[in-house]
Each structure stands twice: as structure tokens, then as C-alpha cells.
């Protein structure tokens, strides 16, 4: 049976978490859907891991669109939520045209990185059938903004906002909310202050469901990772499908994320 946003909605009513990892090619869609994970994020970090980058910047619509192909034909059933890239939804006629491309290739739900002024985006997007996310707190579109990639919502004031922002993107219409790098506590608050589902990435174990990079959670990234990543492969004997799966167990479990991965 396949995963939609109704389930989701469905898990947050009912206080159970979700999973959700990130994949750009069939094999490892297939691989994913089949462990159980609830959703493929075929997220716009391709631009570092696939292509090599070191930001999302470069990607475009074309990139998202030919991924979300590949890991359409893989996928075993889970929800497919695909990244609109850098700009991609900087006015209404870009985002239609993006969701447009991105739904046609198989996904079920976009994902705009933004805060509460993408409410109008999100309520036309909702009248023409297309589910969003909107990616809050550390939105890496935004590095040169932001002037790095730093923990947004530490003052209480930014965190205030944030909040305020939640609440007008599920009156508006959202199907859901990602927050990236938001202190714990205010992780918390701001899942319990909405009642659709909000999906963690170095936020707190209190989120509806939680994401992470394939590359990630399998040990193989280049470089340096950051403090909410979890390698699941050094406990799964070089068993992908295991490591997969007890990245699943654990978000379910809610043994993931620890006080250690979150800020
Ligand atoms: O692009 C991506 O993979 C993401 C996740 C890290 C949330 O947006
Ligand atoms: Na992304």
C-alpha cells in the first residue's frame, strides 16, 4: 500500500513517527521503500553528493526532474517529496511551471525552502492539487544570506517568528513543514503549536518524522559531517539494507535523534 500525505497526517494524529530518507536513483529508491522508510526526499543536496558542488546553489529544475524519474521507477510505495531548486519559486508563475515538471515526474509533494511569506505560493499550489512541505530554519539556498551554514531560531525572537510563520503555512494550506537546524526546544514548541506533520533534520527527536542524506546514514560522505548525522552502517556489517532498516527502527522507536544530534 502506498505512503500519502494522509498517512502522514495520520501518523502525527495518532503520535507515531515517521522516517523519510533521501535517494536519486531507482536502486536506491527501491532499496529504501522496500526497508519501510515512509518517504523519499529527492532533495536538491544531489548538487553536493551526486554532482559534487560544495552547495544546492547550482542545481536546477531539470536535475530535480530527472532524478525524481529515476527514483519514481524504483520506488516500492513510498511518499516522493521533491526539492524545488535555488530560485525555482521566487514568484508564483516559477513555482506553478516547477510543480508543474516535478509532479510529472513522480513526485507527490514539493518542497520550498522559505518561511511565512510562502503562504500565497502554498495556497495556489494547494488549489491546483500539488501537496508542499516548506523546508524552515537553516534553508541551504540561503548560505550566502546567512553568510554559512548556522543554526537559525537561537533568539527568542527569531524563534517567536518562526513559529507564527508554521501556524500561517498550515492556515494557508502546507501538508507539512521540515525544519533544518533549529534549537531543540523550539523544534518542540513549533511541532506541537501545528497540527500537520513536521519532519526533523537537526532539529529534535519531538518532530513528526525525521530525514536524512542517504550518504549520510550509509558512513560514505566526503569530508567533514554535521552534528545530526547518525552513520547506521558501522553497526550493520557493510548490510546496506540493514543499515537502512535501523535507521527506520530508530526513528520509529524514537531512539533517533539522541540529545547528540540535536542543538
Ligand atoms: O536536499 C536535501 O537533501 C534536504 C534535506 C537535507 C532536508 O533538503
Ligand atoms: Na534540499
Known amino acids: ?153 537561537r533568539e527568542q525572537s527569531q524563534a517567536d517568528q518562526m513559529i507564527a510563520d508554521a501556524q500561517a503555512l498550515e492556515a494557508a494550506g502546507a501538508d507539512m513543514l521540515l525544519l533544518e537546524c533549529v534549537p531543540r526546544e523550539v523544534s518542540k514548541q513549533l511541532t506541537a503549536a501545528v497540527g500537520i506533520p513536521v519532519i526533523g533534520i537537526g532539529a529534535a527527536p519531538e518532530c513528526d518524522g525525521q530525514v536524512l542524506v542517504i550518504q549520510d546514514v550509509l558512513g560514505i560522505t566526503a569530508g567533514k559531517t554535521a552534528r545530526f548525522v547518525k552513520n547506521f552502517m558501522a553497526a550493520a556489517n557493510g548490510d546496506i539494507a540493514a543499515a537502512i532498516k535501523a535507521y527506520d527502527s530508530a526513528v520509529k522507536d524514537g531512539s533517533f535523534p539522541a540529545a547528540e544530534h540535536c542543538f
Open 1 to 153: 500500500m502506498s505512503v500519502t500525505v494522509r498517512t502522514l497526517q495520520q501518523c502525527k494524529n495518532e503520535g507515531r513517527k515517521f522516517s523519510v530518507l533521501t535517494a536519486y536513483d531507482a536502486t536506491f529508491a527501491h532499496q529504501i521503500s522496500s526497508a519501510g522508510v515512509d518517504a523519499i526526499l529527492v532533495g536538491d543536496s544531489l548538487g553536493m553528493v551526486v554532482q559534487g558542488h560544495d552547495s544546492t546553489l547550482p542545481v536546477t529544475v531539470d536535475d530535480i526532474v530527472y532524478h525524481t524519474a529515476c527514483v519514481a521507477r524504483g520506488n516500492q510505495g513510498a511518499l516522493i517529496i521533491a526539492d524545488v531548486p535555488f530560485l525555482a519559486a521566487a514568484t508564483l508563475d516559477r513555482a506553478l511551471d516547477c510543480s508543474l515538471k516535478l509532479m510529472q515526474a513522480g513526485a507527490n509533494v514539493v518542497k520550498i525552502e522559505g518561511a511565512g511569506w510562502l503562504a500565497d505560493t502554498v495556497q495556489v499550489l494547494k488549489r491546483n492539487g500539488v501537496p508542499t512541505c516548506v523546508h524552515m530554519g537553516l534553508t541551504p539556498q540561503s548560505v550566502n544570506a546567512f553568510g554559512g551554514y548556522r543554526v537559525q531560531g
